[in-house]
């Protein structure tokens, strides 16, 4: 499982979702392994993920992509995190 | 990713948030006519703090401009900054409340509160810091401790507080890496 965390920069938000989605993973006891990306990589870098993790406002710049997409609205929130993410791979 | 990006993902390293907040970064209770004088708050706050250049503070609000208020990351708090560049002289972190809440334009997390300005001089060395403050705002009841702290150093006294609490619940599971001796 190949979960890609995308935010503008790739080094303030989507370090706060790949922190959470991995504590997650662990939680729910799936394997996988969480990648950051700006908005810029995303499109390429989706091409091999299983999912992305992003806000709503950013999936909607990044238009239609491969993987499935999972959007976050509060980013600290880490049971967002975990009911989204079991959601997703119920 | 890289192989090393991904070393350091599993086991954090670099500075904790107390090395990258100092308490020359920390404005409480200023006034904002709007998100850009939000920004620029917490960009003035790392310019004070000897961790960036005025050029970087355009930069933040340049990012926003471009990329939109995704930086709303939870209600009330945004994380404003851009990328590592030339203004940026050395990681660090401001934070900055606000007694007006101001609106970013988020359909769900506005209005802000607390503005936190962070300065970053490569895609990872800021996450032990970053990992520690998104913990603590995760708690409501810190967070309000954080929004009405007195004064600077009260804030950093909580966080610092909490880094102990966190490195102490570590070494109780047993899964601690050795750490270096505190000396502050």
């Known amino acids: 499982m190949k979960i890609l965390a995308v935010c503008g920069m790739g080094l303030g938000t989507s370090l706060i979702l790949r922190m959470n989605a991995e504590k997650a993973l662990k939680q729910l006891g799936i394997e996988g392994d969480v990648e950051v990306s700006d908005m810029g990589s995303a499109r390429a870098l989706a091409a091999t993920a299983d999912l992305i993790l992003t806000s709503q406002e950013l999936a909607e710049q990044l238009g239609p992509v491969k993987p499935r997409v999972v959007t976050i609205s509060n980013f600290i929130d880490f049971n967002e995190m975990v009911t989204k993410l079991k959601a997703a791979f119920a | ?184």
């Open chain 2, 1 to 184: 990713m890289s192989d090393a990006t991904a070393a350091a993902a599993a086991r954090p390293g670099g500075p904790r948030l107390t090395q990258l907040l100092a308490v020359d970064a920390i404005r409480l209770g200023e006034t904002a006519a709007d998100w850009r004088a939000a920004v620029r708050l917490a960009g003035d706050a790392l310019v004070a703090s000897g961790a960036t250049t005025p050029a970087y503070t355009d930069e933040m609000v340049a990012t926003v401009e471009q990329l939109g208020p995704y930086i709303v990351l939870a209600p009330g708090i945004a994380l404003a900054h851009s990328r590592p560049s030339p203004a940026v002289l050395r990681a660090g972190i401001s934070l900055v409340t606000l007694v007006e809440p101001v609106r970013f334009g988020h359909r769900e997390n506005d209005p802000v509160r607390l503005v936190i300005g962070l300065a970053a001089v490569d895609e990872e060395a800021h996450i032990t810091a970053l990992a520690t403050l998104a913990e603590f705002l995760s708690d409501e009841t810190r967070r309000e401790e954080l929004i009405g702290a007195a004064g600077a150093r009260d804030v950093v006294q909580l966080v610092r507080a909490f880094e102990q609490s966190q490195a102490a619940d570590r070494s109780s599971v047993g899964t601690a890496v050795p750490s270096t001796e505190e000396t502050s």
